[in-house]
């Protein structure tokens, strides 16, 4: 692991040396198509395993040195990614809170005592105090952005409002989510106030994490999905947009550079209009939309970031390059991030992902040659 004699500060960072992934964001000409992975830094890789001790906790990711270790010395090491991405979890935001979260084997976060009616809401701490609570991560944010020596962009990222909101009151995973939903549909106006507590809260977050080093966001709405259009519009929707709209004026008042952001929104499908019209320079896509549908419904918008089936990767090297070049060909090779459709999974083969990363740059090299 890295050893760190005394704090670094967020200033002087080493020049960036490739700015590809950053480029595609904005929208801007690349010479082929940049690609990382949503989980990168996750339990697929060896090292991850061999670089902790016990259950994996919250106060692991505490631990910056840590942090910086499984992000710097693994994936990107071992890969020719085009950016990396913070170590840590979405469910710091209810730890800001005053939430008690807990990561019990075989069945993840875990809340002890989640929110059970809209009295809740009032527990929760109303003026969070970002920088007292969440110093920890702006503080590996910017010991990841020296460590990395300009190699890539890093990229910050934080839950959805909904997503969130959907953990805090199911209090853990859910194949249904009809706890939270049955909030939106039985305590409309607590639901927002608890929805607007969470954004005001994530917006001053990632205004922290690019004031820490971040050079990019990704927002992830995971539990998108379990909402229909009317929920999505009343309840997701505008909040997306608020965090978007806050964070770019929060960076302008801080004196501070805008930076792409990116919206990941999964299994939204009927929103990829909104989406792509809510502020954000990156829609992020799962793999169960077609590229040229995605396309179309968004035009010339915004950059696409997707969205191979993580499950490609289990299959031979051959079939994935084929399958990443029919990817690339049907996205294009401009306004295009190359990803996986979601995150990788534990059990993954490394060399594999290895294939897609090669799959990708040489496919989009390829056509943009011809």
Same mark, same amino acid.
């Given at each position: 692991?890295?050893?760190?004699?005394?704090?670094?500060?967020?200033?002087?960072?080493?020049?960036?040396?490739?700015?590809?992934?950053?480029?595609?964001?904005?929208?801007?000409?690349?010479?082929?198509?940049?690609?990382?992975?949503?989980?990168?830094?996750?339990?697929?890789?060896?090292?991850?395993?061999?670089?902790?001790?016990?259950?994996?906790?919250?106060?692991?990711?505490?631990?910056?040195?840590?942090?910086?270790?499984?992000?710097?010395?693994?994936?990107?090491?071992?890969?020719?990614?085009?950016?990396?991405?913070?170590?840590?979890?979405? @469910? %710091?935001?209810?730890? &800001?809170? /005053?939430?008690?979260?807990?990561? #019990?084997?075989?069945?993840?976060?875990? $809340?002890?005592? +989640?929110?059970?009616?809209?009295?809740?809401?009032?527990?929760?701490?109303?003026?969070?105090?970002?920088?007292?609570?969440?110093?920890?991560?702006?503080?590996?944010?910017?010991?990841?952005?020296?460590?990395?020596?300009?190699?890539?962009?890093?990229?910050?990222?934080?839950?959805?409002?909904?997503?969130?909101?959907?953990?805090?009151?199911?209090?853990?995973?859910?194949?249904?989510?009809?706890?939270?939903?049955?909030?939106?549909?039985?305590?409309?106006?607590?639901?927002?106030?608890?929805?607007?507590?969470?954004?005001?809260?994530?917006?001053?977050? @990632? %205004?922290?994490?690019? &004031?820490? /080093?971040?050079?990019?966001?990704? #927002?992830?709405?995971?539990?998108?999905? $379990?909402?229909? +259009?009317?929920?999505?519009?009343?309840?997701?929707?505008?909040?997306?947009?608020?965090?978007?709209?806050?964070?770019?004026?929060?960076?302008?008042?801080?004196?501070?550079?805008?930076?792409?952001?990116?919206?990941?929104?999964?299994?939204?499908?009927?929103?990829?209009?909104?989406?792509?019209?809510?502020?954000?320079?990156?829609?992020?896509?799962?793999?169960?939309?077609?590229?040229?549908?995605?396309?179309?419904?968004?035009?010339?918008?915004?950059?696409?970031?997707?969205?191979?089936?993580?499950?490609?990767?289990?299959?031979?090297?051959?079939?994935?390059?084929?399958?990443?070049?029919?990817?690339?060909?049907?996205?294009?090779?401009?306004?295009?991030?190359?990803?996986?459709?979601?995150?990788?999974?534990?059990?993954?083969?490394?060399?594999?992902?290895?294939?897609?990363?090669?799959?990708?740059?040489?496919?989009?090299?390829?056509?943009?040659?011809?």
């Amino acid at each position: 692991f890295i050893q760190v004699s005394s704090p670094l500060e967020p200033q002087d960072f080493p020049e960036l040396k490739n700015d590809t992934f950053l480029k595609a964001a904005r929208g801007e000409k690349t010479d082929y198509v940049p690609v990382w992975c949503m989980r990168q830094a996750g339990r697929y890789l060896p090292g991850w395993q061999r670089g902790r001790t016990g259950p994996l906790s919250f106060e692991f990711q505490r631990g910056v040195r840590l942090i910086v270790a499984v992000l710097c010395f693994q994936p990107l090491r071992r890969f020719p990614m085009d950016a990396a991405i913070i170590f840590s979890d979405i @469910l %710091v935001i209810p730890q &800001a809170l /005053g939430m008690e979260v807990v990561m #019990l084997p075989g069945k993840g976060p875990t $809340f002890p005592e +989640p929110l059970k009616g809209p009295e809740d809401v009032e527990k929760l701490r109303q003026n969070v105090d970002v920088k007292a609570e969440l110093g920890y991560v702006f503080d590996a944010i910017t010991l990841t952005r020296h460590q990395l020596e300009g190699k890539v962009p890093l990229i910050g990222f934080s839950g959805a409002p909904w997503t969130l909101m959907a953990y805090m009151i199911e209090g853990g995973g859910s194949k249904t989510m009809s706890n939270a939903k049955r909030w939106l549909y039985s305590s409309p106006e607590a639901s927002h106030r608890l929805l607007r507590l969470l954004t005001d809260t994530i917006v001053e977050y @990632l %205004v922290g994490q690019v &004031a820490g /080093g971040a050079q990019a966001l990704q #927002l992830f709405d995971s539990h998108a999905g $379990f909402l229909g +259009p009317q929920q999505f519009t009343e309840f997701a929707l505008p909040y997306i947009r608020d965090i978007a709209k806050g964070v770019k004026d929060g960076l302008k008042a801080a004196s501070l550079d805008t930076v792409p952001m990116i919206i990941f929104a999964k299994d939204a499908h009927y929103a990829l209009e909104e989406l792509s019209e809510s502020g954000y320079e990156v829609v992020g896509l799962d793999w169960t939309i077609h590229p040229g549908v995605a396309r179309e419904r968004t035009g010339n918008r915004v950059t696409l970031q997707g969205n191979m089936d993580p499950c490609a990767l289990y299959a031979p090297k051959e079939k994935i390059s084929e399958i990443v070049r029919k990817m690339v060909t049907e996205f294009g090779v401009q306004r295009y991030i190359a990803n996986l459709g979601h995150g990788m999974y534990p059990d993954m083969d490394p060399e594999h992902v290895a294939a897609f990363v090669e799959a990708v740059h040489t496919h989009s090299r390829q056509r943009l040659q011809n």
